[in-house]
């Protein structure tokens, strides 16, 4: 059955200040401990929490905590609304609203791949976990590339350096190349860093009518992770299947990463479509 939703979403206005400056594909994810730059200061900030606390006891805290799926009941689109008025902290190369950023990603990827309308639908919902700061999870436990903890960390990491602070950099269990893995265990072994990815991952697995492929679930539960499929690192930990699903999550991120851009769609007019997506493969109540 189809969820009806209320007078949605968002109108931006679009004389106001939303809109980012055009870039140049080289001039996305640029990081830097500039003081005088109040963005890169504030990522900076976001980063240095994010690293000195996501240890394995925290990310296990978190997670028994939010796959308790009581937080709140709704349907996508209405879920979705939540992200209006939320900005991601930790992004240097937007700073519209996270609901305009979703309907930017899956318009490009509607675009490339006409034929694929659940991964449009994945580009739609691929940040919703990110409701978790609405209510009251820190965006350093919700937002930011994500990394495997329990074990050392990768070269490629934004800001490597900030690990120094965190317990598990000085814990023997931990600190080693495998810590407390084995070789090639498999991405779904690994404990990684709390935040958006994992727990929508989560979300949609609880779903129990959520009928997306694997190939959807892996780049939400994944494409945060750029030390692995950026970075180059973290190879060791990687299964068969982990290596074959790279190519779409690398795919998936040429949208994610590159669709932020001045041009905001029109999105009241892009919500029946989406919506008979989210009849088609999540229909009904989600629990968050």
């Not at 003081?35 to 925290?58: A, G, N, P």
């Not at 879920?79 to 609901?99: G, R």
């Amino acid at each position: 059955m189809a969820v009806s939703v209320g007078e949605p979403i968002l109108l931006i206005d679009p004389s106001q200040n939303y809109r980012p400056d055009y870039k140049d594909v080289e001039e996305y994810r640029i990081y830097n401990n500039n003081q005088d730059d109040e963005m890169q200061k504030m990522i900076y900030e976001t980063y240095r929490q994010m690293h000195s606390k996501q240890s394995v006891d925290f990310v296990r805290d978190r997670m028994s905590h939010w796959t308790q799926f009581n937080t709140i009941e709704l349907p996508i689109m209405e879920a979705l609304d939540k992200l209006n008025n939320f900005v991601d902290e930790s992004d240097p190369d937007i700073s519209l609203p996270n609901l305009v950023h979703a309907f930017q990603t899956a318009e490009d990827i509607r675009k490339a791949h006409p034929d694929l309308d659940w991964f449009h639908l994945t580009g739609l919902i691929h940040d919703l976990g990110k409701v978790m700061a609405i209510y009251g999870e820190p965006q350093w436990a919700v937002v930011g590339d994500t990394f495997p903890v329990g074990c050392a960390y990768g070269d490629s990491n934004v800001y490597k350096e900030l690990f120094d602070e965190n317990p598990d950099a000085k814990n023997p269990k931990y600190n080693t190349k495998y810590g407390m893995y084995a070789k090639n265990c498999g991405l779904d072994q690994v404990l990684m860093s709390w935040g958006h990815d994992e727990y929508m991952y989560r979300v949609l697995k609880n779903h129990k009518t959520c009928t997306l492929p694997e190939e959807a679930l892996y780049m939400i539960r994944f494409h945060s992770f750029y030390p692995w499929h950026k970075g180059g690192d973290y190879y060791h930990l990687c299964s068969h299947k982990d290596l074959k699903m790279l190519d779409w999550i690398r795919e998936f991120n040429k949208f994610d990463l590159y669709s932020k851009s001045p041009e905001l769609p029109d999105i009241k007019t892009l919500i029946p479509y989406y919506q008979s997506l989210i009849d088609k493969y999540i229909p009904g109540i989600v629990k968050f």
